[in-house]
């Protein structure tokens, strides 16, 4: 199977890129499976449903959460109903929503998706993800109930993402992470069939301070100062990502490639 993950879709540079290019890019790439986190898309924070339903509309399989899933008040009931959507599976019990389903791919095929937080240098202390993954992966193991898994490890700390990668070494067809915004280049597939990236960037506009404009940003950093809030920068995106091939047999991973195409980065499509 052919999957495409694309990285933090950030305001409407990232949204007006990812719509305009994700249905010709299924076909030129020849995609059984496409998941996006839109976890910024709604003017840097968060998604809203009406946001959701265009990115499926455009050719998302499934949508994935990070840190900001809730920033916008209507995703609290949107993904209740939308069960394309998921929201990080180590939050509160009580949240709303699911942070692992398996979904249905291209002839018959079925892909389990997962996103869990991480812990390092992040803003709450979110559950364990370790343990939350293992449980969630137990439930739709690769040959069991899912040809292919996808993890998204929405984590700051590099480290963390890669200890994920090696934990769920054999039983994911790919551990990739986001929240950095910046893609990082060390796609691989790990000893047991794993495929690998540490942070697969965002879909925005690259001149900017990770997705926002940079006034702001540059002003708060240099003046140690509170002040306006964050807007997202408004140029041209560079959609960000990797594209992964699965062997269908055993769903583990038979190629990995950064996936970067517009804006300001080089780009890279395997
Ligand atoms: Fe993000
Ligand atoms: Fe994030």
Same mark, same amino acid.
């Given at each position: 199977?052919?999957?495409?993950?694309?990285?933090?879709?950030?305001?409407? /540079?990232?949204?007006?890129?990812?719509?305009?290019?994700?249905?010709?890019?299924?076909?030129?790439?020849?995609?059984?499976?496409?998941?996006?986190?839109?976890?910024?898309?709604?003017?840097? =924070? @968060?998604?809203?449903?009406?946001?959701?339903?265009?990115?499926?509309?455009?050719?998302?399989?499934?949508?994935?959460?990070?840190?900001?899933? =809730?920033?916008?008040?209507?995703?609290? @009931?949107?993904?209740?109903?939308?069960?394309?959507?998921?929201?990080?599976?180590?939050?509160?019990?009580?949240?709303? @929503?699911?942070?692992?389903?398996?979904?249905?791919?291209?002839?018959?095929?079925?892909?389990?998706?997962?996103?869990?937080?991480?812990?390092?240098?992040?803003?709450?202390?979110?559950?364990?993800? =370790? /343990?939350?993954?293992?449980?969630?992966?137990?439930?739709?193991?690769?040959?069991?109930?899912?040809?292919?898994?996808?993890?998204?490890?929405?984590?700051?700390?590099?480290?963390?993402?890669a200890a994920v990668g090696f934990w769920?070494d054999?039983?994911?067809?790919?551990?990739?992470?986001?929240?950095?915004?910046?893609?990082?280049?060390?796609?691989?597939?790990l000893?047991?069939?794993?495929?690998?990236?540490?942070?697969?960037?965002?879909?925005?506009?690259?001149?900017?301070?990770?997705?926002?404009?940079?006034?702001?940003?540059?002003?708060? =950093?240099?003046?140690?100062?509170?002040?306006?809030?964050?807007?997202?920068?408004? @140029?041209?995106?560079?959609?960000?990502?990797?594209?992964?091939?699965?062997?269908?047999?055993?769903?583990?991973?038979? /190629?990995?490639?950064?996936?970067?195409?517009?804006?300001?980065?080089?780009?890279? /499509?395997?």
């Open positions: 199977m052919r999957l495409l993950y694309l990285g933090d879709v950030v305001g409407r /540079s990232g949204r007006e890129a990812l719509i305009a290019r994700l249905p010709a890019l299924r076909e030129a790439l020849r995609l059984d499976f496409v998941a996006v986190n839109a976890e910024n898309a709604a003017a840097g =924070f @968060g998604c809203t449903a009406k946001i959701a339903d265009e990115i499926l509309a455009a050719g998302a399989d499934a949508i994935l959460l990070g840190d900001h899933a =809730f920033d916008q008040k209507d995703m609290l @009931g949107h993904i209740e109903r939308e069960k394309r959507v998921l929201r990080p599976l180590n939050i509160a019990k009580t949240a709303p @929503g699911a942070g692992f389903r398996v979904f249905p791919a291209t002839r018959g095929r079925r892909v389990a998706v997962g996103v869990a937080l991480g812990r390092v240098f992040m803003k709450q202390p979110y559950d364990d993800p =370790f /343990s939350a993954l293992d449980a969630a992966l137990k439930t739709a193991p690769l040959g069991g109930g899912a040809d292919a898994v996808l993890v998204e490890i929405h984590a700051e700390a590099t480290s963390e993402k769920l054999g039983r994911a067809s790919l551990v990739v992470g986001a929240h950095t915004h910046v893609p990082t280049a060390d796609a691989r597939i000893p047991k069939g794993t495929a690998f990236q540490s942070d697969a960037g965002m879909c925005g506009d690259y001149d900017s301070v990770i997705g926002m404009a940079k006034a702001e940003p540059l002003r708060r =950093f240099v003046t140690g100062m509170p002040g306006e809030r964050f807007e997202p920068a408004s @140029g041209a995106a560079t959609l960000c990502g990797v594209l992964v091939e699965t062997d269908d047999a055993t769903g583990r991973a038979v /190629s990995v490639a950064p996936f970067r195409e517009g804006g300001d980065l080089a780009p890279a /499509s395997g």
